[in-house]
């Protein structure tokens, strides 16, 4: 399949349109040691943090990140 340059500026809106509604990984990456944190705390972070949450699920390069923090910090506790 060829991609016309209008069908790229189409994807290029679309993906504009999902991002508004997302956090990007530099955002995400800011509020990843909160996240983490609340949940070390046992409060509910997927709840009170939805949009970090959603990233988590969707990006495995900030999921990386998380579970390594996550990691670090309980080896930490223990
Ligand atoms: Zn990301």
């Given at each position: 399949m060829?991609?016309?340059?209008e069908d790229i500026q189409k994807m290029m809106e679309a993906v504009k349109m999902t991002?508004?509604?997302?956090?990007?990984?530099?955002?995400c990456y800011?509020?990843?040691d909160q996240f983490v944190e609340m949940e070390l705390?046992?409060?509910n972070a997927?709840?009170?943090?939805?949009l970090v949450q959603?990233?988590?699920d969707?990006?495995?390069?900030?999921?990386e990140e998380y579970q390594a923090l996550l990691d670090t910090l309980k080896a930490f506790i223990d």
């Open positions: 060829k991609l016309s340059s991002r508004e509604h997302e956090l990007d990984c530099g955002h800011d509020e990843i705390s046992g409060k997927a709840e009170v943090m939805p959603q990233h988590l969707l990006c495995g390069a900030c999921r």
